[in-house]
């Protein structure tokens, strides 16, 4: 099985698995929007690298699917490697360090060491100013390229 499978897999498990909690109302709802993005983003993950097709284009080009173009955007324009591009994704997320760290298998300091060398080469100071910087992306993409 290939890693990306695995992490679908993975990502559907934790999804499934908070379900009960957040009926119970003991998982709150923007942490299951959190889950639920993983989840697509790891489906994402394998339909672009088995059809050049972003599976958010498949499903209606929502806002998350114009994030994932700003994201491909910023990865191209600002020649950021693959690693940087996969931590770029949990950044967008907004995810921090710790749980990139443990997420990807690295320490957070090596977590911590990319998230300053993408905000360094995408010229941000803050989490604030990615942010920002996504939403120009998506709300004008040619002015990304």
């Known amino acids: 099985m ?4 695995s992490k679908v897999l993975e990502a559907a498990a934790i999804l499934y ?3 009960p909690g957040y009926l119970a109302q003991t998982e ?10 993983e989840l697509i983003d790891a489906l994402d993950d394998i339909e672009y690298s088995r059809s050049g097709t ?9 806002a998350p699917g114009r994030r994932k173009k700003a994201i491909l955007t910023l990865e191209k324009k600002y020649g950021l ?35 300053y060398s993408i905000f360094k080469k995408l010229g941000v100071h803050t989490s604030d100013e990615l942010k920002a910087m996504l939403e120009q ?5 040619a002015d990304g390229e």
Not at 2 to 5: D, G, L, M, W, Y
Not at 28 to 37: I, R
Not at 54 to 62: E, K
Not at 84 to 113: D, F, M, Q, V, W
């Open 2 to 5: 290939k890693e990306s499978e």
């Open 17 to 19: 698995n908070a379900i």
């Open 28 to 37: 709150s709802k923007q942490q299951m929007g959190h889950y639920l993005v």
């Open 54 to 62: 972003p599976l958010y284009d498949i499903i209606g080009g929502s």
């Open 81 to 115: 490697t693959e690693r940087e591009s996969h931590i770029l994704r949990y950044l967008a997320n907004e995810r921090n360090p710790t749980y990139i760290a443990n997420a990807l298998g690295i320490s957070p300091s090596t977590a911590k060491a990319h998230k």
């Open 137 to 141: 992306s998506e709300a004008h993409p």
